[in-house]
């Protein structure tokens, strides 16, 4: 199934005259303001999020998994669904692998079908928390944390294996996430499970290539339920400048505790140039992994405000690598990616439109009405027609996810590849 430029054109042409009277309404008022809306809309039209390679089948949990049908059995058949979901969006121009989920068979296929869809290819993920058949070692009791120097360098020489992988396919980050901690008390020794860490971290770190960045991704709990090794952003924060400056901090949304202040987190770690990446999703009590803005569409809104001032403010920070981090089990996997889509473009937009000038100002004068007024003001505009704008200008679908529905996207993958299809991955 492949989306051509024609039919995105042809479904846009139905649309085109309301959206102009809308773009039109918010543009005018927004331009009456002082805001440069073009840049706005180039700004959004830029954005690039990656898709991670597991996301594009049904999402299960340990109750069970219901199958959507027509779902991707193979990495290219992942990487053309990205494709559906770029030629709609134009806003998912990459995919961030997971390694052993998803290792090329053929390396020069799968960047061929990558590139056909205009597809790069974001963060590799050396995932070490699930042991594969064969494997000679066993990441039952941690990883790069364990007490065996056999596993730890398994572990190691797995991450390695990734960037090499990586390297061919045209990666340029590796993000570590460890499952690694303990369920119960007295189970680890906290001291050396996190010297040990820090070693192997830097022994990976050793070998990244000179135009590689670190990304390491923390989470209070779970799978361990007593102690996570690299719990918060702290521990990431230290262990990256331990191991030098291509080594940054990853925050993924749903690994804080609740009610965490994220943006301020987002905030320090712009303001000390460390933080590398960021996973979206979004969640009620823990790390649900729910559709982005489904749930805290505001806190969404005041992480990007940061995010947008870091972006302009702080140099000492490089770009950051972006990824979906969500997926659920009664939706169709495209659609919940649509729609995480759209909830990031909008919450970018509405940041970007945030006076910063007046917000400055109010700062300084102590003014916390008006403060609060420019942040609601900005949060309380409709930006779906800039959002609109940027797709029109990059030859996507105006509503990506009606237009999905219209070309019964969904009917065509089952013809493809049947009923009953089980992706591969989580
Ligand atoms: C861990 C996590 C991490 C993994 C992914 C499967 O909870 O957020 O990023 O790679 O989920
Ligand atoms: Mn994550
Ligand atoms: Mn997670």
Known sequence: MKIDKNSISDYNSQYKDTFEQEFRFVSDSLEQKGLNVESVVKKISDFQVAIPSWALGAGGTRFGRFSYGGEPSSLEQKLNDIGV?????????????HIPWDIPDDTQAIKEIAESHGIAFDAMNSNTFQDQPGAEETYKFGSLNNTSKNVRDYAI???LDVIRIGEELGSKSLTVWLADGANFPGQLNFQNALKYTEDSLKSIYQ??????????EYKPYEPNFYSTTIQDWGTSFM????????AFTLVDLGHHLPNTNIEQIVATLLLKGKLGGFHFNDSKYGDDDVTV?????????LIFNELVYGMENNPQNPSLAWMIDASHNIKDPLEDLLQSIEAILIAYAQALLIDQKDLREAQLQNDVVKCQEILQD???????????????KANAALNPLDAYRSFEVRKELIKERGNKTIATGL
């Open 378 to 392: 900005a949060y309380r505009t409709d930006v779906r027609p800039l959002v609109k704008a940027a797709r029109l």
């Open 239 to 246: 262990l990256a400048n331990a191991c030098g400056e291509k």
């Open 207 to 216: 070998y990244l290539p000179e135009d590689w960045r670190m990304f390491i």
């Open 85 to 97: 979901l770029n030629a709609l969006t134009k806003s998912a121009g990459a995919v961030s692998l």
């Open 157 to 159: 020489q797995h991450n």
């Open 293 to 301: 803005g489904s749930i805290k569409p505001y806190a969404l809104f």
